[in-house]
């Protein structure tokens, strides 16, 4: 990985992380937990060692879309991530919490603290591809959590109803500051196709994305339908049996990355 002045190491010498790719969106609820999981499924399934290290703390979703149900184990060589079906290593506050549905009420400083643990501290061993849930926003923990891990490549998660191209002049400002390169958007709930037709709808009018994409120089690199089943498998935790080709050409993207 690429190695900002403040990086801090991780204290194990048991972690080899080849490739850390940070997923970020404007807001909650766009998607942006979804994209990070489909991900880590696209790249397991193509055969890499992948792990989710999920730094939304406050709005932890990955053990419910896995369906996650043991909690992590520590020793006094650290902390155990916690694999997925598939095989996908995760970390999560939800992992560490006995109750899962108590509130998450931290301030900034703790809540960077626990994701800066969860680099140094979790034993995850030898991965191809980690890719990080980050907190939403650009404000000021998706920032330290920024500067506390080395991430190579930031993946920006839009939707059609969000203000697209403000969110988007922030992530590239933040990526500038960082000096970490951006792999590319994704627009989210981007269209319905209706099963009695097989018609595309914008559901929430003309993307805009197009132009915002240009101005930045960013690439597209995957649109991802509004589609019930998605929904379906997250609250099931079945998202590893979830078929879907969106997300294709950004995991082609990431294998190419230098
Ligand atoms: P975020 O991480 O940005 O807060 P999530 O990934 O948790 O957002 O998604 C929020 C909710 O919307 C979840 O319940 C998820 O299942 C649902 N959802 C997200 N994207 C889609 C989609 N394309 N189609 C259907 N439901 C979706």
Redesign the pocket.
Same mark, same amino acid.
């Given at each position: 990985g690429q190695q900002p002045d403040s990086l801090i190491e991780p204290t194990n010498e048991y972690n080899d992380i080849k490739k850390i790719i940070g997923v970020v &969106?404007g807001k @909650? @609820?766009? @998607?942006? &937990?979804?994209v990070t999981s489909l991900l880590a499924v696209t790249m397991q399934r193509a055969g890499y060692k992948t792990a989710i290290l999920d730094a939304?703390i406050t @709005?932890p &979703?990955i053990p419910k879309t896995f369906k996650l149900e043991e909690k992590a184990v520590a020793n006094e060589l650290g902390i155990f991530p916690v694999k997925t079906k598939t095989g996908i290593e995760t970390m999560s506050v939800n992992s560490i919490l006995e109750n899962d549905t108590d509130p998450v009420v931290w301030r900034g400083p703790v809540i960077a603290g626990t994701v800066k643990q969860f680099w140094t501290d979790v034993l995850w061993g030898d991965i191809d591809y980690m890719f990080i $849930?980050m907190p !939403?926003g650009t404000g000021d923990v998706p920032l330290t959590v920024f500067q506390s891990i080395p991430v190579d490549g930031i993946v920006i998660?839009t939707s059609p109803q969000e203000l697209v191209s403000m969110i988007v002049t922030k992530a590239v400002k933040m990526a500038e500051l960082m000096n970490i390169p951006i792999v590319g958007l994704v627009e989210?709930?981007s269209y319905f196709t209706c099963p009695d037709n097989g018609k595309d709808y914008q559901i929430f009018g003309d993307s805009h994305i197009e132009e915002v994409a240009a101005k930045h120089g960013l690439d597209i690199l995957g649109r /991802? !339908? /509004? $589609? !019930?089943k998605?929904?379906a498998a997250? $609250?099931k935790g079945m998202i590893e049996l979830f078929e879907g080709e969106w997300l294709e050409e950004l995991a082609h993207k990431l294998e190419n990355m230098k």
């Open positions: &969106s @909650g @609820g766009v @998607g942006k &937990s979804l939304d @709005g &979703s $849930d !939403p998660v989210n709930m /991802i !339908p /509004i $589609d !019930p998605l929904a997250c $609250d």
